[in-house]
Protein backbone atom coordinates (compact mmCIF):
# COMPACT_ATOMS: atom_id res chain seq x y z
CA UNK A 1 0.00 0.00 0.00
CA UNK A 2 1.00 3.51 -0.34
CA UNK A 3 2.06 5.42 2.35
CA UNK A 4 2.69 8.75 0.92
CA UNK A 5 -0.12 11.51 2.04
CA UNK A 6 -2.01 12.75 -0.68
CA UNK A 7 -1.19 16.03 -2.33
CA UNK A 8 -2.95 17.97 -5.37
CA UNK A 9 -1.20 17.67 -8.49
CA UNK A 10 0.59 21.03 -8.14
CA UNK A 11 2.10 20.22 -4.86
CA UNK A 12 0.87 21.98 -0.86
CA UNK A 13 -0.87 25.12 -2.26
CA UNK A 14 -0.01 28.24 -0.17
CA UNK A 15 -3.37 29.69 -1.01
CA UNK A 16 -4.64 26.88 0.62
CA UNK A 17 -3.13 26.53 3.99
CA UNK A 18 -4.23 30.27 3.94
CA UNK A 19 -7.73 29.67 3.80
CA UNK A 20 -7.44 26.45 6.00
CA UNK A 21 -5.67 29.28 8.50
CA UNK A 22 -8.29 32.34 7.67
CA UNK A 23 -11.40 29.70 8.40
CA UNK A 24 -9.45 28.76 11.89
CA UNK A 25 -9.30 32.84 12.71
CA UNK A 26 -13.19 33.19 12.08
CA UNK A 27 -14.04 29.67 14.11
CA UNK A 28 -12.25 30.57 16.54
CA UNK A 29 -13.29 34.01 16.90
CA UNK A 30 -16.42 33.05 17.12
CA UNK A 31 -15.66 30.05 19.29
CA UNK A 32 -13.84 32.68 22.01
CA UNK A 33 -17.26 34.39 22.32
CA UNK A 34 -19.70 31.69 23.36
CA UNK A 35 -16.47 30.57 25.64
CA UNK A 36 -18.00 33.56 27.71
CA UNK A 37 -21.45 33.85 26.37
CA UNK A 38 -22.96 30.06 26.85
CA UNK A 39 -21.89 29.58 30.21
CA UNK A 40 -23.25 33.07 31.55
CA UNK A 41 -26.28 32.47 29.82
CA UNK A 42 -26.71 29.35 32.40
CA UNK A 43 -25.73 30.95 35.65
CA UNK A 44 -26.60 34.60 34.83
CA UNK A 45 -29.79 34.25 32.97
CA UNK A 46 -31.30 30.90 34.00
CA UNK A 47 -29.91 31.01 37.40
CA UNK A 48 -28.21 27.32 37.29
CA UNK A 49 -26.46 25.41 40.16
CA UNK A 50 -22.63 24.79 40.03
CA UNK A 51 -23.70 21.37 39.06
CA UNK A 52 -25.98 22.25 36.15
CA UNK A 53 -23.15 24.12 34.71
CA UNK A 54 -21.04 21.24 35.05
CA UNK A 55 -23.61 19.07 33.02
CA UNK A 56 -23.75 21.74 30.26
CA UNK A 57 -20.01 21.25 30.19
CA UNK A 58 -20.16 17.81 30.68
CA UNK A 59 -22.69 17.75 27.24
CA UNK A 60 -20.41 20.12 25.15
CA UNK A 61 -17.38 16.66 25.32
CA UNK A 62 -19.81 14.20 25.78
CA UNK A 63 -19.61 13.05 22.41
CA UNK A 64 -15.55 12.49 22.13
CA UNK A 65 -17.07 8.91 24.58
CA UNK A 66 -20.13 8.78 22.24
CA UNK A 67 -18.45 8.59 18.57
CA UNK A 68 -15.22 9.37 19.12
CA UNK A 69 -14.21 5.78 18.59
CA UNK A 70 -16.14 5.01 14.98
CA UNK A 71 -15.71 8.99 13.49
CA UNK A 72 -12.28 8.23 12.99
CA UNK A 73 -13.13 4.64 11.23
CA UNK A 74 -15.84 6.54 8.88
CA UNK A 75 -13.12 9.68 8.42
CA UNK A 76 -10.65 7.02 6.96
CA UNK A 77 -13.41 6.00 4.27
CA UNK A 78 -14.06 9.78 3.24
CA UNK A 79 -12.71 12.96 2.23
CA UNK A 80 -12.31 15.22 4.71
CA UNK A 81 -12.57 18.43 2.84
CA UNK A 82 -16.42 17.79 3.02
CA UNK A 83 -16.38 16.44 6.39
CA UNK A 84 -15.09 19.98 7.55
CA UNK A 85 -17.52 22.43 5.55
CA UNK A 86 -20.55 20.21 6.93
CA UNK A 87 -19.70 20.10 10.51
CA UNK A 88 -19.05 23.99 10.52
CA UNK A 89 -22.61 24.49 8.93
CA UNK A 90 -24.18 22.10 11.45
CA UNK A 91 -22.49 23.87 14.26
CA UNK A 92 -23.95 27.17 12.90
CA UNK A 93 -27.18 26.17 12.56
CA UNK A 94 -27.33 24.82 16.51
CA UNK A 95 -25.78 27.72 18.36
CA UNK A 96 -27.58 30.20 16.12
CA UNK A 97 -30.87 28.23 17.50
CA UNK A 98 -30.13 30.26 21.45
CA UNK A 99 -30.39 33.89 20.28
CA UNK A 100 -33.49 32.45 18.44
CA UNK A 101 -35.06 31.34 21.10
CA UNK A 102 -34.08 33.85 23.76
CA UNK A 103 -35.93 36.34 21.19
CA UNK A 104 -39.30 34.36 22.01
CA UNK A 105 -38.47 33.90 25.16
CA UNK A 106 -38.41 29.96 24.73
CA UNK A 107 -34.89 29.54 26.39
CA UNK A 108 -33.95 27.20 28.54
CA UNK A 109 -31.41 24.51 30.13
CA UNK A 110 -32.53 21.66 28.16
CA UNK A 111 -32.39 23.53 24.83
CA UNK A 112 -28.77 24.73 26.03
CA UNK A 113 -27.46 20.63 26.51
CA UNK A 114 -28.72 19.86 23.54
CA UNK A 115 -27.04 22.94 21.84
CA UNK A 116 -24.03 21.64 23.33
CA UNK A 117 -24.47 18.20 22.55
CA UNK A 118 -25.17 18.70 18.49
CA UNK A 119 -22.30 21.03 18.42
CA UNK A 120 -19.92 18.34 20.55
CA UNK A 121 -21.08 15.70 18.24
CA UNK A 122 -20.03 17.74 15.15
CA UNK A 123 -16.90 18.99 16.67
CA UNK A 124 -15.85 15.48 16.78
CA UNK A 125 -15.94 14.96 13.25
CA UNK A 126 -14.75 18.58 12.25
CA UNK A 127 -11.17 17.98 14.58
CA UNK A 128 -10.79 14.67 13.44
CA UNK A 129 -10.76 15.58 9.72
CA UNK A 130 -8.79 18.57 10.76
CA UNK A 131 -5.78 16.47 11.85
CA UNK A 132 -5.90 14.52 9.33
CA UNK A 133 -6.54 16.86 6.46
CA UNK A 134 -3.32 19.02 7.47
CA UNK A 135 -0.37 16.26 5.73
CA UNK A 136 -3.05 16.72 2.51
CA UNK A 137 -2.04 20.60 2.53
CA UNK A 138 1.77 20.11 3.77
CA UNK A 139 4.37 17.57 3.73
CA UNK A 140 5.39 16.44 6.27
CA UNK A 141 8.76 18.43 7.39
CA UNK A 142 6.06 20.82 7.28
CA UNK A 143 3.99 19.62 9.96
CA UNK A 144 5.82 21.51 13.22
CA UNK A 145 5.58 24.60 11.57
CA UNK A 146 1.63 24.05 10.29
CA UNK A 147 0.57 23.27 13.72
CA UNK A 148 2.54 26.22 15.12
CA UNK A 149 0.70 28.69 12.94
CA UNK A 150 -2.63 26.68 13.51
CA UNK A 151 -1.89 27.23 17.51
CA UNK A 152 -0.72 30.59 16.83
CA UNK A 153 -4.20 31.67 15.08
CA UNK A 154 -6.10 29.73 18.42
CA UNK A 155 -4.00 31.48 20.88
CA UNK A 156 -4.66 34.88 19.05
CA UNK A 157 -8.30 34.02 18.90
CA UNK A 158 -8.17 33.49 22.89
CA UNK A 159 -7.07 36.97 23.57
CA UNK A 160 -9.34 38.81 20.82
CA UNK A 161 -12.52 36.63 21.28
CA UNK A 162 -13.01 36.75 25.09
CA UNK A 163 -12.75 40.59 24.97
CA UNK A 164 -15.25 40.79 22.38
CA UNK A 165 -17.47 38.59 23.62
CA UNK A 166 -17.69 40.05 27.28
CA UNK A 167 -18.11 43.33 25.68
CA UNK A 168 -20.86 41.91 23.61
CA UNK A 169 -22.61 40.02 26.69
CA UNK A 170 -22.58 43.52 28.69
CA UNK A 171 -24.17 45.39 25.60
CA UNK A 172 -26.36 42.51 24.14
CA UNK A 173 -26.60 39.95 26.76
CA UNK A 174 -25.66 36.99 26.59
CA UNK A 175 -27.40 35.44 24.46
CA UNK A 176 -27.49 37.99 21.68
CA UNK A 177 -23.71 37.43 21.81
CA UNK A 178 -24.18 34.06 20.29
CA UNK A 179 -25.01 35.40 17.24
CA UNK A 180 -21.14 36.44 16.68
CA UNK A 181 -20.21 32.22 16.83
CA UNK A 182 -23.00 31.29 14.42
CA UNK A 183 -21.25 33.59 11.74
CA UNK A 184 -17.90 32.39 12.72
CA UNK A 185 -18.81 28.71 11.82
CA UNK A 186 -20.56 30.31 8.71
CA UNK A 187 -17.99 32.23 7.32
CA UNK A 188 -15.32 29.33 7.99
CA UNK A 189 -17.57 26.44 6.04
CA UNK A 190 -17.50 29.61 2.79
CA UNK A 191 -13.65 29.34 3.10
CA UNK A 192 -12.92 25.75 3.70
CA UNK A 193 -15.09 25.36 0.50
CA UNK A 194 -13.24 27.39 -1.26
CA UNK A 195 -9.69 24.99 -0.96
CA UNK A 196 -8.91 23.61 -3.94
CA UNK A 197 -6.69 20.36 -3.38
CA UNK A 198 -6.97 17.24 -4.52
CA UNK A 199 -7.78 14.71 -1.76
CA UNK A 200 -8.17 11.51 -3.02
CA UNK A 201 -10.49 9.16 -1.58
CA UNK A 202 -8.84 6.21 0.69
CA UNK A 203 -8.92 3.11 -1.66
CA UNK A 204 -11.73 1.04 -0.10
CA UNK A 205 -10.53 -2.48 2.08
CA UNK A 206 -13.12 -5.06 0.74
CA UNK A 207 -14.56 -7.07 3.88
CA UNK A 208 -13.20 -4.54 6.69
CA UNK A 209 -15.71 -4.27 9.12
CA UNK A 210 -16.24 -1.01 11.35
CA UNK A 211 -15.25 -2.84 14.04
CA UNK A 212 -11.94 -4.39 12.86
CA UNK A 213 -11.11 -0.88 11.91
CA UNK A 214 -11.96 0.91 15.39
CA UNK A 215 -9.46 -1.99 17.05
CA UNK A 216 -6.58 -1.44 13.98
CA UNK A 217 -6.59 2.34 15.47
CA UNK A 218 -6.71 1.27 19.39
CA UNK A 219 -4.01 -1.26 18.52
CA UNK A 220 -2.11 1.17 16.48
CA UNK A 221 -2.10 3.39 19.42
CA UNK A 222 -1.87 1.48 22.70
CA UNK A 223 0.57 -0.39 21.44
CA UNK A 224 3.17 2.01 20.69
CA UNK A 225 4.57 2.56 24.03
CA UNK A 226 5.41 6.72 23.34
CA UNK A 227 1.54 7.00 21.71
CA UNK A 228 0.41 5.23 25.20
CA UNK A 229 2.03 7.66 27.72
CA UNK A 230 1.13 10.79 25.88
CA UNK A 231 -2.34 9.36 26.05
CA UNK A 232 -2.86 8.74 29.43
CA UNK A 233 -1.15 12.12 30.44
CA UNK A 234 -3.30 14.44 28.12
CA UNK A 235 -5.87 12.48 29.50
CA UNK A 236 -5.43 13.35 33.24
CA UNK A 237 -4.64 16.74 32.23
CA UNK A 238 -8.06 16.87 30.47
CA UNK A 239 -10.13 15.05 33.54
CA UNK A 240 -8.46 18.33 35.80
CA UNK A 241 -8.48 20.60 33.32
CA UNK A 242 -12.88 19.76 32.52
CA UNK A 243 -12.98 20.62 36.43
CA UNK A 244 -11.93 23.80 35.86
CA UNK A 245 -13.72 24.13 32.84
CA UNK A 246 -16.98 23.38 35.09
CA UNK A 247 -16.56 25.54 38.18
CA UNK A 248 -14.38 28.77 36.61
CA UNK A 249 -17.92 31.08 35.47
CA UNK A 250 -19.27 30.10 38.99
CA UNK A 251 -16.29 31.08 40.95
CA UNK A 252 -15.71 34.62 38.88
CA UNK A 253 -19.69 35.32 38.69
CA UNK A 254 -20.52 34.57 42.46
CA UNK A 255 -16.99 34.46 44.19
CA UNK A 256 -15.01 37.02 42.50
CA UNK A 257 -17.77 39.07 41.67
CA UNK A 258 -16.88 40.03 37.72
CA UNK A 259 -19.01 41.55 35.46
CA UNK A 260 -19.44 39.72 31.80
CA UNK A 261 -16.68 42.49 30.40
CA UNK A 262 -14.24 41.80 32.85
CA UNK A 263 -14.31 37.65 32.27
CA UNK A 264 -13.69 38.92 28.92
CA UNK A 265 -10.93 40.51 29.64
CA UNK A 266 -9.77 38.13 32.24
CA UNK A 267 -9.94 35.28 29.74
CA UNK A 268 -8.04 37.42 26.85
CA UNK A 269 -5.11 38.32 29.31
CA UNK A 270 -4.82 34.73 29.93
CA UNK A 271 -4.55 33.65 26.50
CA UNK A 272 -1.48 35.45 26.16
CA UNK A 273 0.09 32.31 27.52
CA UNK A 274 -1.18 30.64 24.65
CA UNK A 275 0.13 32.46 22.49
CA UNK A 276 3.37 32.85 23.85
CA UNK A 277 3.16 29.00 23.72
CA UNK A 278 2.60 28.80 20.01
CA UNK A 279 5.59 31.15 19.05
CA UNK A 280 8.11 29.54 21.40
CA UNK A 281 6.76 25.88 20.54
CA UNK A 282 9.14 25.47 17.31
CA UNK A 283 12.53 27.29 19.03
CA UNK A 284 11.90 25.14 22.24
CA UNK A 285 11.97 22.24 20.77
CA UNK A 286 15.32 23.14 18.42
CA UNK A 287 16.86 23.92 21.91
CA UNK A 288 15.95 21.51 24.25
CA UNK A 289 14.59 18.36 22.07
CA UNK A 290 11.37 17.76 20.94
CA UNK A 291 10.60 14.50 23.17
CA UNK A 292 12.37 16.92 26.51
CA UNK A 293 10.39 19.13 25.59
CA UNK A 294 6.78 17.35 25.88
CA UNK A 295 7.52 16.77 29.67
CA UNK A 296 9.49 19.73 30.56
CA UNK A 297 6.06 21.81 29.71
CA UNK A 298 3.87 20.41 31.84
CA UNK A 299 6.33 19.62 34.78
CA UNK A 300 7.69 23.50 34.40
CA UNK A 301 4.14 25.20 34.39
CA UNK A 302 1.64 22.96 36.10
CA UNK A 303 2.70 24.33 39.80
CA UNK A 304 1.56 27.52 38.64
CA UNK A 305 -2.60 26.07 39.00
CA UNK A 306 -1.92 26.43 42.85
CA UNK A 307 -2.77 30.13 41.89
CA UNK A 308 -6.28 29.74 40.81
CA UNK A 309 -7.74 28.63 44.38
CA UNK A 310 -5.75 31.20 45.86
CA UNK A 311 -7.20 34.10 43.90
CA UNK A 312 -9.29 36.31 46.15
CA UNK A 313 -10.23 39.98 46.80
CA UNK A 314 -8.83 42.40 44.68
CA UNK A 315 -6.11 40.55 43.80
CA UNK A 316 -8.07 37.49 42.76
CA UNK A 317 -8.32 38.44 38.70
CA UNK A 318 -4.60 39.11 38.55
CA UNK A 319 -3.52 35.78 40.49
CA UNK A 320 -6.11 34.01 38.36
CA UNK A 321 -4.86 35.33 35.39
CA UNK A 322 -1.07 34.56 35.76
CA UNK A 323 -2.07 30.51 36.60
CA UNK A 324 -3.99 30.78 34.02
CA UNK A 325 -0.91 32.17 31.21
CA UNK A 326 1.56 29.86 33.05
CA UNK A 327 -0.41 27.00 32.18
CA UNK A 328 -2.20 27.30 29.07
CA UNK A 329 1.80 28.59 27.68
CA UNK A 330 2.63 24.50 28.94
CA UNK A 331 -0.19 23.32 27.59
CA UNK A 332 0.52 24.50 24.06
CA UNK A 333 4.02 23.41 23.37
CA UNK A 334 2.81 20.14 24.98
CA UNK A 335 0.43 20.26 22.02
CA UNK A 336 2.46 21.29 19.33
CA UNK A 337 5.23 19.05 20.55
CA UNK A 338 3.02 15.51 20.28
CA UNK A 339 0.30 16.29 18.06
CA UNK A 340 3.33 16.66 15.30
CA UNK A 341 4.95 13.60 16.53
CA UNK A 342 1.74 11.59 16.01
CA UNK A 343 1.10 13.32 12.85
CA UNK A 344 4.36 12.38 11.61
CA UNK A 345 4.29 8.43 12.75
CA UNK A 346 1.08 7.32 11.78
CA UNK A 347 0.92 5.97 8.38
CA UNK A 348 -1.71 8.07 5.99
CA UNK A 349 -4.37 5.28 6.39
CA UNK A 350 -4.36 5.79 9.84
CA UNK A 351 -4.40 9.00 10.02
CA UNK A 352 -8.06 9.38 10.73
CA UNK A 353 -8.42 6.09 13.42
CA UNK A 354 -5.39 7.07 15.46
CA UNK A 355 -6.43 11.02 15.77
CA UNK A 356 -9.76 9.47 16.59
CA UNK A 357 -8.46 7.02 19.44
CA UNK A 358 -6.39 10.14 20.74
CA UNK A 359 -9.15 12.02 20.81
CA UNK A 360 -11.58 9.07 22.41
CA UNK A 361 -8.78 8.34 25.35
CA UNK A 362 -7.86 12.32 25.96
CA UNK A 363 -11.14 14.07 25.62
CA UNK A 364 -13.04 11.31 26.71
CA UNK A 365 -12.51 12.31 30.02
CA UNK A 366 -13.68 15.73 29.63
CA UNK A 367 -17.31 15.22 30.90
CA UNK A 368 -15.83 12.60 33.69
CA UNK A 369 -14.31 15.54 34.81
CA UNK A 370 -16.70 18.49 34.42
CA UNK A 371 -19.25 16.37 36.22
CA UNK A 372 -16.71 15.82 38.75
CA UNK A 373 -16.24 19.94 39.44
CA UNK A 374 -19.91 20.69 38.95
CA UNK A 375 -20.36 18.02 41.77
CA UNK A 376 -17.99 19.10 44.12
CA UNK A 377 -18.42 22.80 44.00
CA UNK A 378 -22.31 22.12 44.89
CA UNK A 379 -20.91 20.09 47.88
CA UNK A 380 -17.79 22.08 49.03
CA UNK A 381 -17.79 25.24 47.06
CA UNK A 382 -16.04 26.46 43.80
CA UNK A 383 -13.18 26.99 45.54
CA UNK A 384 -12.57 23.71 46.76
CA UNK A 385 -13.08 22.15 43.01
CA UNK A 386 -9.84 24.43 41.97
CA UNK A 387 -7.98 23.25 44.39
CA UNK A 388 -8.68 19.54 43.24
CA UNK A 389 -7.97 20.84 39.59
CA UNK A 390 -4.32 22.01 41.07
CA UNK A 391 -3.25 19.13 42.99
CA UNK A 392 -4.24 17.05 39.59
CA UNK A 393 -2.31 19.09 37.22
CA UNK A 394 0.88 18.65 39.88
CA UNK A 395 0.40 15.16 38.95
CA UNK A 396 -0.20 15.31 34.88
CA UNK A 397 4.02 14.71 34.24
CA UNK A 398 4.21 11.88 36.16
CA UNK A 399 3.96 9.48 33.41
CA UNK A 400 5.71 11.24 31.68
CA UNK A 401 8.67 11.17 33.86
CA UNK A 402 8.33 7.18 34.58
CA UNK A 403 8.61 6.63 30.44
CA UNK A 404 11.39 5.60 28.24
CA UNK A 405 10.35 9.81 27.14
CA UNK A 406 12.86 11.18 30.24
CA UNK A 407 15.86 9.87 28.38
CA UNK A 408 15.29 11.13 25.47
CA UNK A 409 16.33 14.30 23.99
CA UNK A 410 14.98 13.79 20.68
CA UNK A 411 11.46 11.26 19.47
CA UNK A 412 12.38 8.62 17.84
CA UNK A 413 14.78 9.32 14.18
CA UNK A 414 12.47 7.47 10.63
CA UNK A 415 11.63 8.15 7.25
CA UNK A 416 8.56 9.26 8.93
CA UNK A 417 9.50 11.21 11.83
CA UNK A 418 9.97 15.16 11.26
CA UNK A 419 12.97 16.69 12.88
CA UNK A 420 12.70 18.58 15.93
CA UNK A 421 14.88 21.32 14.91
CA UNK A 422 12.94 24.58 14.00
CA UNK A 423 12.13 24.32 10.64
CA UNK A 424 13.53 26.74 7.52
CA UNK A 425 11.37 29.11 6.41
CA UNK A 426 9.69 27.97 2.47
CA UNK A 427 6.99 29.28 0.79
CA UNK A 428 4.18 28.74 2.33
CA UNK A 429 5.60 31.07 4.96
CA UNK A 430 4.70 29.45 7.94
CA UNK A 431 6.96 30.51 10.56
CA UNK A 432 8.56 29.71 14.37
CA UNK A 433 10.35 31.94 16.00
Not at 28 to 43: F, I
Not at 169 to 188: H, M, T, W
Not at 274 to 286: P, S
Amino acid sequence: MNDTPPRSRTGPSARDFRLLLSGAVAAQAGTQVTLVALPLVAVVELDATPFQVGLLTAAETAAFLLVGLPAGAWLDRMRKLPVLVRSDVLRCLAVGSIPVAAALDVLGLLQLYLVALVTGVATVFFDVAHQSFLPVLLPRERLVAGNGAIETVRSSAQIAGPGLGGGLVQLLGAPLAIVADAAGYLVSAVLLARIRAEERLPPAEPGRSLRAEVAEGLRFVLGHPLLRVIAVTTAVSNLFNAVLMAVQTVFWVRVLDLSPAAIGVLLSVSAFGGLAGALCAGRLAARFGQARVIWLAPLVTGPFALLWPLADGAAGPVLFAVGAVAVLFGAVVYNVAQVSFRQSLCPPRLLGRMNATIRFLVWGTLPLGALLGGTVADAAGPRAALWLCAAGLLVVPVPLLLSPLRGLRDLPAGPSVPPAAEPAPDPLDIRTP
